[in-house]
């Protein structure tokens, strides 16, 4: 960033035929004035409302939308944004002044922060409908997405720049989804803040309700993939408590057999971490490493070490863990990869190594992974390129004079195996 760039970047995107009222412009400055950071306005427009948002924002760069809909409005908006962070304000309220200092004064507290007008502490004066017509939208696409905020729908938010997609699709309402999901996939941390929320429009709120449900709509599909992806940074940790049954109970079987294997084995080096919550179960000076920045974001909640790293060529000295895991990984590399060799140098002599991947020798797993690469084309069933199996791996272990401690399997496909390294 420049060193003449603001701290702030204020990004007004107005829906066709909004114009603030004088009041709304002067609330801003007001709040900005007192926030002692460097700020810039950026207003965006419909080319028809561009002299009107220009008087009532002399001060501000105003910028005519590049095409219809409020998200491609507010996209416009951010790419303009020179701030370290983006502060974007619902054209809706009455007095943005009070939200504005809420947001800022909270801003440590994550990347992105959402001005929420259901998390506790708000207060909310609309109509008593509109306010249920709010809650039931936030409340279904909360559930249908898996996000963790109450005010999926707000548009006042705080969002540090350096988060924001290379690309968005959302042109109408559905960009206030996706800016989340994609901010949720990339592992930064999401926060509520509660402001105060009062309407400038109260009667306009019913036909931009309807917008923004058919919005979410047509978008919820592509969305819920998105949310859903075996990339997204906590993909992990929700399959924890998936509503579907078997993959809760293949991530807690997991959980269960890991866990026990590291247990009383000391400091754990994790190679290919995820965003399991096996991280959290491991001793506190354990080091969790994964090539996927956006992981190891989302893994800070853990309160674990974190490094960003490769298995083909650990960051750590030769033999310096007493405990090394590696679970679900090596099938995702060619089996001439150094990662097992990388394994075994980090390990130190008398060590444990706890290894997991799937059996290819066992028809269970082969037909779960036929089913369900049927059922999720494009996912774990076709980024398996090395297939072991359990003789194979026993073979290669005992071979160096290795001895295999315990076999564990899951549902009798994945299999998740100990061994402990000489200690001469």
């Known amino acids: 960033m420049a060193a003449s760039s603001p701290e702030l970047s204020v990004v007004v995107a107005l829906p066709p035929g909004i114009v603030p009222e004088v009041g709304y412009a002067a609330s801003l400055r007001a709040a900005l004035a007192t926030l002692g950071a460097s700020a810039e ?39 303009r944004a020179r701030g370290e962070w983006a502060l974007l304000v619902d054209a809706d309220l009455r007095e943005p002044g009070p939200a504005v200092v809420r947001l800022w004064s909270a801003r440590d507290q994550g990347e992105i922060l959402i001005g929420s007008r259901f998390a506790p502490g708000a207060a909310v004066r609309v109509p008593a409908l509109r306010r249920g017509l709010s809650r039931t939208l936030n409340r279904v696409f909360r559930r249908g997405l898996s996000l963790g905020v109450a005010d999926l729908s707000s548009a006042t938010r705080l969002i540090r720049r350096k988060t924001l997609a290379a690309s968005y699709d959302a042109t109408g309402y559905d960009i206030l989804q996706e800016l989340l999901v994609r901010a949720y996939a990339d592992g930064w941390k999401v926060v509520e803040v509660p402001i105060d929320y009062e309407s400038a429009r109260p009667g306009a709120a019913y036909p931009r309700a309807l917008g923004v449900g058919a919005d979410y709509l047509r978008r919820f599909w592509a969305l819920w993939k998105l949310r859903n992806s075996i990339l997204a940074a906590d993909y992990d940790d929700r399959a924890h408590d998936s509503a579907i049954w078997l993959q809760r109970y293949w991530q807690r079987q997991r959980f269960k057999h890991i866990t026990e294997l590291v247990e009383g084995q000391g400091r754990v080096l994790d190679v290919g971490c995820g965003s399991s919550r096996i991280i959290g179960a491991l001793v506190q000076n354990s080091v969790c490493i994964d090539i996927l920045r956006r992981k190891l974001r989302y893994d800070r909640k853990f309160g674990r070490p974190l490094v960003h790293g490769s298995g ?54 082969v037909v779960t992974e036929k089913l369900y690469g049927m059922a999720a084309p494009g996912a774990y069933a076709d980024e398996h390129i090395g297939h072991y199996t359990r003789e194979e791996l026993i073979a290669r272990y005992t071979g160096m004079g290795w001895a295999h401690e315990d076999t564990r399997y899951i549902l009798r496909g994945e299999l998740i195996l100990a061994f402990r390294k000489p200690a001469q």
Do not use: M, N
């Open 41 to 79: 306005i950026v207003v965006v427009a419909a080319p028809r409302d561009l002299a009107a948002a220009r008087q009532a924002w002399p001060e501000a760069t105003v910028e005519a939308a590049p095409g219809d809909g409020y998200g491609v409005a507010l996209v416009h908006g951010l790419r």
């Open 312 to 365: 083909f060529t650990l960051p750590v000295p030769d033999a310096s863990f007493p405990c090394v895991l590696c679970s679900q990984v090596i099938e995702h590399v060619p089996k001439e990869s150094p990662i097992l060799k990388e394994l075994d140098r980090a390990l130190a002599p008398g060590g444990r190594l706890v290894l997991g991947t799937p059996d290819y020798s066992r028809w269970e797993w």
